[in-house]
């Protein structure tokens, strides 16, 4: 294409430019006249060109202009033309003329400068222009050869085209989810309606703003250095809208080259549900992490409770008969009563261990939790140093609350020795509140856990040293504890998640480093039972060792030396002729041969070869009516009666002393 120009402005040089050659330098002969009919045909062929064709001088006035250049020009003749020189017809602004002459000055030829031209009536057109530097022989210019082709048209069809493609993108991003930006040297210069509504601004008053303006003041590092790399990679980070709030997205950025310019187009996908929705998915992660530790918790105490309770059951009956022997006076009857009371505390944390595996559901009865909560707080107070101080505010118009007076006391307990320690040896407040409250719609919000139903709250709090987040994220795990080794379990409040749930009630912990700690429980309140009648609080009577046997014979069964041993000593002191196995087989045995004889089975659940559910199946199998007792420390068959075989009348939790079993058997027969 340049050698052509250069071919066309060479023979322009000759045919409009070069004076005539002298007469006497030119022969008439034949090959004169062909060379001037060569050139008058060239020279036809300049003037009925379509595109512009011109000579200017380095000064850039015009010389010589075909038809098609004047046309272009909009002039109607070549003396308007001359008048001014091609620079008044630039349009300086956008393309310089200088440059066009530097560029000349440089290379000696210009090819394919586009630039927009006024026309004497204010019209603009787009050329395209090309010329060439015509030198001496000393390399000096002596004028400027070119070619000019009016290209408006063309440009408008590719501005229509550019245009309907912008349209065409602009729909596109109007209809996607995705706020979508494109940055030009760090600034908003286009937006979609999308990201508008996501940031709550007009279009006017975010376009050319710095891009990092709507970035969150925690992200803005990390924003910055993703685009001084250009990264294209996925990143999350949170975007600030107008009214100062923050919400999180998930950006994908790309550079593009438009001409000139390189552009960014950045996608953003606000996240906010799945946020939420991941939140939500790692709630449920830890409460399915917590209820496998619970879990692992029971199998882990259901597998040392047979032996413990054995081993209990045989301590404390054995204490308690020695007591029933020993007169007042005795020596070591003091002694004996203090083993029977660390026999009973045993009993009772055995008891707590299990609840974490099977709380037991039927010993729930109806009533006000006021005066549970007061014999709590009185023996908490004994219990607690002089320096810690306890307030108490009981509401005695709570509504009644199904619950396990067992479980809510040693609930109180645990709650208030750990507030009593975070007050720490300079001493301070526990406060214990029980109040009726209505939950508000913002806190059920806040905590989905609770419902409208949880109208009483009891809260344990004091102002002692207080947790950070992650202690508190963690104090209901089993095991879990802040206390130095041999100073805690970690089972106290891993206890009282347990109650709660058992209730069908729900935790709030609310507490600061340095500013104490809250603990509100949440209960259910209780609809009243059929009638209207509310089942009243009682505890079991207990009955005086006198005997009542009458020498009736009782089949004892139990693997367990000690409670074998234990439990034949009660019998006979309670009247009654006992028969003692070890191994069930050799019970069922003695029973098959004489199945009249015995008044009553009593029975311990597990045992090898046999448990005791399917030795009670056997003797039901052979006498219908035959009282049947069962002993266990398995709370799972306690809160499971309804599966038993249907002769099976008691059932006696281990360790058990001698009253209970006196009062079981009471139960059973006549």
């Known amino acids: 294409m340049i050698e052509s120009h250069r071919h066309i402005l060479s023979k322009l040089k000759k045919v409009l430019g070069k004076e005539p050659d002298p007469p006497s330098a030119v022969a ?45 020009m909009g002039y109607t003749s070549f003396e308007e033309l001359a008048l001014l020189s091609f620079e008044d017809k630039a349009n300086q602004r956008e393309y310089p003329r200088e440059d066009f002459r530097k ?30 530097a015509i030198r001496d022989a000393d390399g000096r210019i002596l004028y400027y050869d070119g070619i000019l082709e009016d290209i408006s048209q063309s440009k408008k069809k590719t501005e229509q085209a550019l245009g309907e493609s912008e349209d065409r993108f602009r729909t596109l991003a109007s209809a996607t989810f995705e706020g979508i930006v494109i940055v030009e040297n760090e600034r908003w210069v286009d937006v979609n309606d999308q990201i508008l509504h996501m940031l709550g601004y007009g279009r006017d008053e975010i376009l050319g703003r710095p891009a990092i303006d ?19 990679e996925a990143c999350e980070f949170e975007l600030l809208r107008k009214d100062g709030t923050t919400f999180p997205v998930e950006a994908r950025a790309r550079t593009v080259r438009a001409g000139d310019r390189t552009l960014r187009m950045t996608a953003f996908r606000d ?8 939140q939500k998915q790692r709630s449920l992660e830890e409460q399915m992490r917590q209820m496998q530790k619970m879990e692992a918790l029971g199998t882990l105490a259901g597998g040392i409770a047979h032996d413990f309770n054995n081993i209990l059951t045989g301590i404390l009956g054995n204490l308690q008969l020695a007591g029933i022997e020993m007169s007042g006076d005795h020596p070591a009857f003091e002694s004996v009563a203090s083993a029977e009371q660390a026999a009973r505390r045993a009993r009772d944390l055995v008891s707590r261990i ?33 320096r810690v101080h306890i307030r108490v505010s009981i509401d005695p118009d ?70 950070p987040p992650e202690v508190i994220q963690r104090i209901f795990e089993p095991f879990y504890t802040t206390k ?7 089972l106290g409040l891993a206890m009282v998640h347990t109650v709660m749930k058992g209730h069908k009630g729900a935790i709030i912990v609310e507490s600061k480093e340095g500013a104490g700690a809250t603990f509100s429980l949440y209960f259910p309140r209780a609809a009243n039972p059929p009638g209207g009648v509310a089942r009243e609080m009682s505890t079991p009577e207990l009955i005086e ?10 089949l004892l069964v139990d693997d367990e030396d000690s409670v074998r041993i234990l439990g034949t000593r009660i019998l006979r002191r309670l009247g009654f002729m006992p028969s003692g196995y070890m191994l069930p087989r050799e019970a069922l045995a003695a029973f098959r041969a004489d199945p009249g004889r015995f008044s009553a089975v009593i029975s311990d659940i597990a045992m090898p070869e046999m448990t005791g559910l399917q030795l009670a199946g056997e003797l039901l199998s052979l006498r219908k009516d035959i009282p049947i007792i069962l002993i266990s420390g398995n709370f799972k068959i306690d809160a499971n009666r309804n599966l038993l075989p249907a002769g099976v009348r008691c059932f006696v939790h281990k360790p058990f002393d001698a009253l209970e079993l006196a009062n079981a058997i009471r139960s059973v027969l006549p």
């Open 484 to 490: 130095d080794f041999g100073k805690g379990t970690g």
């Open 271 to 278: 996240i906010t549900e799945q946020r939420q929705s991941e």
């Open 354 to 386: 299990l609840s974490f595996s099977s709380p037991r559901q039927d010993r729930k009865s109806l009533g006000r939790l006021g005066p549970t909560v007061m014999e709590a707080v009185k023996l908490l107070r004994a219990g607690l140093p002089s």
């Open 398 to 467: 709570c509504p009644e609350v199904e619950f396990d007076p067992g479980q809510i006391h040693q609930m109180i307990m645990n709650l208030g020795t750990n507030s009593s320690q975070a007050v720490g040896e300079s001493g301070g407040v526990v406060s214990i509140t029980l109040q009726c409250l209505e939950p508000s719609v913002a806190l059920i919000e806040r905590h989905p856990e609770i419902t409208p139903a949880h109208s009483i709250r009891l809260v344990v709090s004091d102002d002692g040293c207080g947790m």
């Open 103 to 132: 560029r000349m000055e440089r290379d000696g030829f210009v090819i394919g400068w586009e630039t927009w031209w006024t026309r004497p009536d204010g019209t603009k057109i787009f050329v395209r222009e090309s010329a060439t």
């Open 214 to 232: 709507f970035v969150s003041p925690k992200d803005r590092d990390a924003v910055v250095e993703s685009m001084r790399v250009h990264s294209e």
């Open 545 to 554: 060792l006198a005997p009542f046997g009458n020498s009736r014979a009782i």
């Open 28 to 72: 008439e002969t034949d090959g004169s006249q062909l060379l001037r009919e060569s050139e008058a045909r060239f020279r036809g062929l300049v003037e009925n060109a379509c595109v512009g064709i011109y000579r200017t001088s380095t000064d850039a006035r015009f010389l010589v202009a075909n038809p098609a250049m004047i046309r272009i």
